[in-house]
């Protein structure tokens, strides 16, 4: 446990996401997880559950064993753009937090005019 909370910590800081935890519940489905791949199967999750928590606490929801490896996959085997790429990640964000630009310009460190740009130009897509 000692590594993911390492993996998590260093995500979080690096991306300036403040203090995160993991809670009880989601620390028991991890130990009872039988862990096929690697350590970077352990840091792969916890990088997408720092993404997909809500409150700086990572909750057993937000583990997603088996789409991690296919997500990576499909992002490898797809030989996405950066512009491509950045483009999902908006999109995720925006669907994530209910198409709020503002929390989503401040949460990715980007202006709130350029994803308003991007939303006109139909960059990226609010469904």
Do not use: C
Request: proline share 2%; no cysteine.
């Amino acid at each position: 446990m000692m590594l993911a909370k390492h993996f998590l910590a260093a995500f979080a800081k690096d991306n300036g996401f403040g203090e995160m935890k993991i809670s009880a519940e989601a620390q028991h489905r991890m130990l009872s997880y039988p862990w096929p791949g690697n350590v970077r199967e352990l840091k792969a999750i916890i990088e997408l559950a720092a993404v997909l928590s809500d409150d700086g606490i990572i909750e057993e929801k937000d583990l997603n064993f088996n789409s991690v490896s296919d997500e990576m996959d499909t992002l490898v085997s797809e030989g996405l753009s950066l512009k491509e790429y950045n483009r999902r990640l908006i999109e995720h964000y925006l669907r994530k937090n209910d198409n709020n630009v503002v929390e989503v310009a401040k949460r990715l460190e980007i202006g709130k005019s350029t994803l308003y740009r991007m939303i006109k130009n139909d960059e990226i897509n609010l469904n």
